[in-house]
């Protein structure tokens, strides 16, 4: 069974900075994708970041570029949210989700944690 397990999410006052971790068990995580995702009160999720499975490709979404950073460590089969100069409106819960390598969909999912970021 895979278990997706966030953490390092808190409260932060805009400029600040967290590092979320996502820790993977139950499969062979260099043989998966991963995403962060994040979804605000009242809105819609949104996809803030992706990794792909060998840690080449990375993307961000237009509005996190330059500030955060994705990475992972198949190691440690964790991979990592580093969030820079942030902005209340970055507040929100964050998910890590796994999507079997060369496919799109994202088949399992954390529990979230919570990112608050005061003005």
């Known amino acids: 069974q895979v278990q997706l397990v966030e953490s390092g999410g808190g409260l932060v006052q805009a400029g600040g900075s967290l590092r979320l971790s996502c820790a993977m068990s139950g499969r062979t995580f260099s043989s998966y994708g991963l995403g962060w995702f994040r979804q605000a009160p009242g809105k819609e999720r949104e996809l803030v970041s992706t990794?792909?499975?060998?840690?080449?490709?990375?993307d961000y979404a237009d509005s996190v570029k330059g500030r955060f950073t994705i990475s992972r460590d198949n190691a440690k089969n964790t991979v990592y949210l580093q969030m820079d100069s942030l902005k209340p409106e970055d507040t929100a819960v964050y998910y890590c989700?796994?999507?079997?390598?060369?496919?799109?969909?994202?088949?399992?999912w954390g529990q979230g944690t919570q990112v608050t970021v005061s003005s």
């Open positions: 989700a796994a999507r079997i390598k060369y496919q799109t969909k994202y088949v399992y």
């Open positions: 990794i792909s499975w060998n840690g080449i490709s990375t």
